[in-house]
């Protein structure tokens, strides 16, 4: 048995065993919810009356009918390389403002239908998120604007052309607004406006800002840089509330580098250790192996401090700086000391006097060229908050001529946007190249709509060295017009943007003899690769000018260590981030891989607070309060969230929009507006005049965390710690018993079945619980392939949301809590621990047994098959399943007018494009669930079949796998030697049975003692932390 | 009592009569005609011969989309038979009355001439109908005795009609006989003397057809009866509901296979590009029939543009596509990937698609209902030949006396096809 007595909970309801809660553990579905909107007393109406007359009358003609005449159109010249049915795939980019991520895009028929990440690329190296998978749905928002517009008529091009040129080259001064542009030909062709129109600045802000690391880099060394972060050099990694596998810059690049530092087994048990100190529980604090609470206000002080322990390990000068306790910072200084040249320390913090200090941290702990660098400089933000700040004034005088806002929104998401909003006004010409409506472009002249990113040409330079593309993957949907194309017509230029980009790239690589040979071979290779390396570019490491004083005590006159007030900490959600995608139904119903919440904002407290407040929350039912930020107020729910820092609480960005489209119109409450930028940085830290007072309003926040609980069976999840593993492999798992005649058996001995034979394939899928860090690209990646419905937020509140893979956030507390105040101390910073859960494909599935239609049966690879043409709906499977993965379909999600406003891929005709043709579209009344990407395991046969030849370990994957930025999942044969989950689990001989023996210890299955055999296995977390803390 | 006798003597010589022609029909109604050899190497040479061309259409001992072939020298004229096998549709349209007949009762599907077989081909590919697979004949026609199916065993199909016919004949001819006789005995017995008035009574009963119709007896079994036809012309049209067998309908451009495919022999493959690449077989892009459509723009050397041809022209020049009319349209449910199938699995097209070369315009040949398939995934063997992916699956099937087939390899499985 394990010697683990942890207790582990989804949510705050189960650590205290409501009784309500266990009510709807018990259940697998929720009961006596209304299937009908209307109609509340349940008597059927006239309406019910004429369906089911209806209903009748359709039967009766069944018979009679006549099959619809369907057509098939071919093409009057096909084009070569599209196939029907065949897809095919092209290297491009998304980039939104600083976000980047380098991508494969799959096509089919002409039409996007699935982004992967691209593993040529050595930033992001085939690791994807779940804005980036999402990406492809925001190509066919019906919403998009359709064409140039003035003062909202819609216009044709040329016109437009003509208007605009005229009114710019007398407009007088000229300001360009954009986010961090990436693409080196981007701002090339904005030089070339600016020299024809004279009297031309682009000014560049961030809706999450870095300006603060930018601007301590040129203090503290001259140059006025983002540095490149290398996690997977580092063995200890501190992290002061930045969370850089979630939000932080480059969240895909770090979690492919952390995650490498994490990545034990028996032979090579080094593994990365990490501290974070941060206010909200994020989603890298909830990875860190020791996280520490602590107030915004403290943050600066906390910095300061580990400055002074290292400062005097290394015999450098401390600074003066307010004494402040802060648990395990002296640990974390000693270790990282012990760790000089493997070290890193990273602050999430804007404000460039935190942020010089860590910069000289770093330079203590000789992080530059080791773990981090600035000679490879990365470009992902290049924001300047004061300048951003000095145009709104300006705008607001009225001295500015003309104002284009490039692919980028202030109104909504800049500290000062409503004052923006009635700026705007004053410029006498305003336009903005924004392919879809926004805040901004909602007040603006001249609507320019630029292509979606999968439509466009453009280069981009996410780093010193690196270099990638991005090539249109379809023809323009609607008619926009590249933007860099407008800003170079409207300079007079009339070159398509195509030849401008690759005249630079002939210029920039090839005339200066960077390259050479053929030019049209080097540019199809780029752009097959979709990424090209340049490696003399860039310097070396800059050397520091070492003064931190000034800093120093700016921090010590703006930061305190006791302060009492209530601190508002502005964070940005995993799946929204700044907001520029929250129209997105995909990214919304997202869970939030912390608080579980879809479909909202909120204000998360910590337990302690809801005490004092009396605040008592239940599965999302909660009560509005108001939160008043300097004077400002709005109306906002409250989420208790174990793990929030006394004292603090936290409100995410990218909600309360109000021009975003159907889907995010409305939604939540703008943070943006609270933020405040009078230092000359956005602050996102506010720790000053804010109040939080609840109000009787009742609100329901629909939270998925308690939904599809297991009833009271523990060992779901399996841990230990890094001493512990290092003394016995097998640490923390637990090996069940059964009692059969006066001995025990391990449960897989005692079956009875006589167990299937799987001759050709076993197809397994091994999960590392210790790489995964719940970032939830992989729910995204298996809706976007599968066809998976979205609800909406009532649907979720019903506990119906669909979603094939989800991801189980366990907390765990040394005990279980019956008080208010065992409850206090057992949220106040949990442990977390994440488990991707989906269908486990059982050998001995309980679901097969119980289907009274045989719709889900076994097949001969080891996959259990759902067929959904024979569901009759029963539930029995669902019922009986101990996983709880099955989903019922208890809508027609598809073409119904009540999920058109959520489920817009299966609605509207231009939505629609984006479903994948290999998988069935759903119907109401019938069961679904993981089919272990089925269709892609069937294409991959033929190929293989085709070609003559065995299946190669790889070749085949499955889409979450494939999404995943931290390898966490691994798939592959089972019966195939050579694949790397044979031996990842190092299956014992080389068997066709169903019942593999596997050798790893960490390997273990969910709920062995029931034995139903999974085909999913799973590998202990392991914390790095010492034996005696376990 | 000679009148007697003379009566019970004919249906006794009729079913002597029918008996023998059971056992003659049924067990060896033909004797092959000498010419054809029963050598192994004839047989042989002629089952080659009958799987690369007769095979898709024809069976030995079953009537399929062409007669049941065995006994053809026996009932007819080995000539004829040779010259039908070679070209039938010249034997047609010499107004051979044999072969009209054989024509219109096949629906008047061509069969497609075989003037490349040489006489002693021919003769060898007779010897394989007469001599070869006895044993498949014998659980062939067990199969069907025993599933009850009508279609003829080893009887050809115009025996069994005459055999029926003859069987209600005689069927009428003993109820007559019986009433002959119920008649003679009535007066017989009027005319005796020893009955008393109850007994004369009785003889003397008329049965009354109002009280037969309102007996009990009569309407349950008349109920049941008609509540059997209706539940079961209910079942086969439900079964029947969007299955299209025989769809034809009128295409934009009225395009002949049979004139293309049949009389050119234009490779399958050369218009439908798709069908060992994907999934789609792929209708022919305009740019396709335009490769030779540039010079032929009328049938048979005709001067000017044929109308047809025409609308085609008309397409591409104006980069309209042609708006075709699906034939086969398989459910979205149902995942089907032509080059599976072509590629992986050699199937030839015409056995899911017919005689596609002889159809002037296209019909559904196959049923594609999922039994249909599912029949097929049953019965086919894998060309697991030269094919290292089935490597394993072949070593393994090794100890097993059958042919590894589809179904042996998890072809009837439901996520093979529904996902």
């Known amino acids: ?1030 | 009592m000679s009148i007697k006798r003379s009566f019970l003597g004919v249906p006794i010589h009729l079913g002597t009569l029918l008996l023998a022609f059971f056992l003659v029909g049924g067990v060896d109604a033909y004797a092959v005609n000498p010419d054809v050899s029963d050598s192994e190497d004839a047989i042989q040479a002629g089952q080659a011969l009958f799987n690369a061309n007769c095979k898709t259409c024809h069976k030995l001992d079953q009537r399929y989309t062409g007669p049941a072939l065995r006994g053809v020298t026996e009932r007819r004229e080995l000539d004829w038979a040779k010259q039908f096998i070679v070209n039938s549709q010249l034997l047609i349209q010499s107004g051979d009355a044999a072969a009209v007949a054989l024509y219109r009762e096949y629906n008047n599907i061509v069969m497609p001439s075989h003037d490349f077989l040489s006489d002693g081909d021919v003769m060898n590919l007779l010897s394989y109908i007469e001599y070869g697979d006895t044993a498949e004949a014998a659980t062939e026609a067990g199969a069907v005795g025993e599933g009850g199916a009508t279609g003829g065993g080893g009887v050809p199909s115009e025996y069994l009609t005459i055999m029926l016919v003859v069987l209600v004949f005689v069927l009428l001819l003993i109820l007559v006989v019986l009433g002959l006789i119920v008649s003679v005995l009535t007066k017989y017995m009027n005319s005796s003397d020893k009955l008393d008035d109850e007994d004369k009574a009785f003889i003397n009963q008329k049965g009354s057809v109002k009280k037969l119709l309102t007996s009990d007896g009569f309407i349950v079994i008349v109920t049941t009866i008609v509540l059997a036809l209706v539940v079961k012309t209910a079942i086969d049209g439900i079964y029947g509901v969007g299955i299209q067998q025989g769809y034809a309908p009128a295409q934009p451009i009225a395009y002949s296979h049979q004139l293309h495919a049949g009389q050119y022999e234009i490779q399958c493959q050369y218009c439908h590009t798709g069908v060992e690449i994907g999934k789609s077989a792929n209708i022919p892009s305009a740019n396709i029939c335009m490769n030779c459509h540039m010079h032929i723009q009328n049938v048979g050397g005709q001067e000017g543009i044929s109308p047809e041809i025409a609308k085609l022209y008309d397409a591409y020049d104006n980069n309209r596509p042609i708006e075709w009319v699906r034939v086969h349209n398989l459910p979205d449910l149902a995942y089907f990937n032509h080059s599976q199938h072509v590629v992986v699995g050699g199937i030839e097209c015409q056995t899911c698609h017919g005689p596609i070369e002889e159809m002037e315009v296209v019909y559904q040949h196959s049923a594609l209902t999922m039994g249909w398939c599912i029949d097929c995934h049953r019965n086919t063997e894998i060309a697991s030949q030269g094919n290292e992916y089935y490597d394993k699956l072949v070593l393994l099937h090794a100890d097993s006396k059958d042919a590894l087939k589809v179904k042996d390899i998890g072809g009837l499985e439901c996520a093979k096809c529904h996902y």
Request: charged letters at 20%; glycine letters at 8%.
């Open chain 1, 1 to 1030: 048995m394990r010697d683990n007595k942890k207790t582990y909970w989804k949510g705050l309801e189960q650590l205290t065993n409501d009784p309500e809660f266990v009510k709807h553990a018990d259940k697998e579905f929720a009961e006596n919810l209304p299937l009908h909107k209307s109609n509340e007393d349940g008597s059927a109406s006239r309406r019910d009356f004429l369906k089911m007359m209806g209903f009748s009358l359709a039967a009766a003609s069944l018979a009679a009918c006549e099959a619809p005449v369907r057509k098939a159109i071919p093409y009057v010249t096909k084009p070569v390389d599209i196939d029907p049915s065949v897809p095919n795939y092209y290297a491009s980019t998304f980039v939104s403002g600083g976000d980047y991520a380098s991508v494969v895009v799959k096509t089919r028929e002409g039409r996007p239908i699935k982004i992967d990440g691209n593993t040529l690329s050595p930033i992001t190296q085939g690791g994807t998120s779940a804005i980036v998978e999402s990406s492809v749905l925001s190509l066919y928002d019906k919403q998009r604007i359709s064409g140039p517009h003035i003062n909202g008529e819609k216009v044709t091009w040329p016109n437009f052309d003509v208007d605009l040129s005229s009114k710019l080259s007398s407009a007088g001064t000229v300001k360009i607004v954009t986010n961090t542009i990436l693409s080196p030909s981007t701002e090339k062709a904005l030089a070339a406006f600016a020299e024809t129109m004279g009297n031309v600045e682009v000014v560049t802000y961030d809706p999450i800002s870095n300006y603060g690391i930018t601007k301590a880099s040129e203090t503290y060394y001259g140059v006025g840089v983002l540095p490149s972060y290398y996690f997977d050099k580092a063995s200890v990694i501190v992290s002061f509330g930045a969370d850089f596998l979630g939000t932080w810059i480059s969240p895909i690049e770090y979690s492919k580098q952390y995650s490498k530092g994490r990545k034990i087994s028996k032979e090579n048990s080094n593994m990365s250790r990490h501290f974070q100190f941060e206010s909200n529980l994020s989603l890298t604090g909830a990875n860190a192996d020791y996280r520490t609470p602590i107030r915004a206000s403290q943050s600066g002080l906390a910095v300061l401090a580990l400055y002074n322990l290292l400062a005097r390990k290394a015999g450098a000068a401390t600074v003066n700086a307010p004494a402040i306790e802060i648990n395990h910072l002296s640990k974390a200084a000693d270790e990282l000391w012990a760790n000089q040249g493997s070290a890193l320390v990273v602050s999430g913090s804007n404000d460039p006097n935190v942020q010089v200090v860590i910069h000289a941290i770093n330079d203590l702990l000789q992080s530059a060229g080791n773990t981090l660098s600035l000679a490879q400089a990365a470009h992902f933000r290049k924001g300047d908050d004061a300048r951003m700040n000095q145009l709104v004034t300006e705008l607001n005088g009225g001295s500015i001529g003309a104002v284009i806002f490039y692919n980028c929104n202030p109104v909504y998401d800049f500290a000062r946007g409503t004052e923006l909003a009635e700026a705007i006004a004053k410029a006498r010409v305003s336009v903005s190249t924004s392919e879809a409506m926004n805040e901004t472009a909602a007040k603006v002249q001249y609507l320019a709509p630029d292509h979606h990113f999968l439509e466009s040409w453009n280069d981009f330079n996410p780093k010193v060295g690196e270099y990638s593309l991005s090539q249109p993957t379809i023809s323009p949907l609607f008619d926009t017009r590249q933007a860099q194309e407008s800003m170079l017509k409207w300079a007079g230029v009339s070159t398509p943007y195509y030849d401008f980009l690759q005249a630079n790239w002939r210029e920039t690589f090839f005339t200066s003899g960077e390259v050479s040979g053929d030019f049209q071979q080097f540019w199809d290779e780029c752009l097959h690769n979709g990424v090209f390396h340049v490696s003399n570019e860039g310097l070396g490491e800059p050397a520091s000018l070492g003064d931190i004083s000034a800093s120093a005590a700016a921090i010590g006159t703006s930061y305190r260590g006791d302060n009492t007030g209530t601190e508002l900490v502005v964070y940005a959600k995993v799946g929204i981030g700044s907001g520029a995608h929250a129209n997105n139904p995909w990214l919304q119903e997202m869970p939030d891989p912390i608080s579980k919440a879809t479909w909202d904002n909120y204000l998360t407290v910590s337990q302690k607070w809801a005490n004092d407040n009396g605040l008592k929350m239940f599965e999302g039912a909660t009560k509005l309060a108001n939160l008043t930020v300097n004077g400002k107020s709005i109306s906002v729910p409250i989420l208790v969230q174990p793990g929030q820092a006394d004292g603090t609480v936290g409100l995410a960005l990218g909600y309360g929009r109000t021009d975003a489209g159907r889907v995010a119109s409305g939604l939540g409450v703008n943070a943006y507006a609270l933020l405040d930028s009078s230092k000359g940085f956005v602050n996102y830290d506010v720790t000053e005049g804010v109040t939080v007072e609840l109000t009787g309003d009742s609100y329901k926040i629909a939270q998925t965390q308690t939904h599809q609980t297991y009833m009271d069976r523990n060992f779901v999840v399996q841990e230990s710690t890094l001493g512990e593993y290092k003394k016995d492999a097998s640490a923390g798992r637990y090996h069940p018993k059964v009692y059969k005649e006066g001995e025990f058996f391990k449960p897989s001995k005692i079956s009875l079945w006589a167990g299937h034979k799987y001759s050709q394939h076993h197809w397994g899928l091994a999960i590392d619980l210790n790489s995964c860090t719940g970032c939830g690209a992989c729910t995204v990646a298996c809706q976007v392939e599968n066809n998976v419905a979205v609800v909406g937020k009532q649907e979720v509140l019903n506990r119906r949301e669909m979603a094939w893979i989800r991801i189980d956030r366990y907390y765990s507390s040394p005990t279980g809590a019956t008080s208010n105040k065992e409850l206090e101390q057992a949220a106040d910073n949990p442990e977390v621990i994440f488990q991707p859960m989906m269908c486990q494909h059982c050998n001995n599935a309980p679901c097969e047994t119980v289907c009274p239609v045989v719709a889900t049966t076994h097949s001969s690879e080891g996959l259990n098959q759902m067929t959904y043409n024979r569901c009759i709906g029963t539930r029995y499977c669902a019922n009986n399943c101990p996983y709880k993965v099955r989903r019922f379909n208890w809508f027609k999600y598809h073409d119904n007018q009540d999920f058109a406003g959520y489920n817009v891929a299966q609605n509207d005709d231009m939505g629609k494009m984006v479903l994948n043709p290999d998988v069935t579209v759903r119907s109401r009344g019938v069961m679904e669930k993981c089919s272990m990407c089925v269709q892609r395991i069937q294409a991959g046969k033929l190929t293989a079949k085709k070609e003559r030849r065995k299946i190669q370990d790889g070749e085949i994957n499955v889409a979450c796998a494939v999404a995943c930025p931290s390898e966490a999942l691994v798939f592959g044969d089972m019966n195939d030697p050579e694949s790397k989950v044979y031996q990842m689990l190092k299956i014992q001989e080389n068997t066709d049975s169903a019942f593999k023996e596997v050798n790893e210890e960490r390997a273990f299955h969910v709920l062995e003692e029931i034995n139903v055999s999974p085909n999913i296995w799973y590998f202990t977390k392991i914390r790095n932390k010492d034996i005696n803390e376990a």
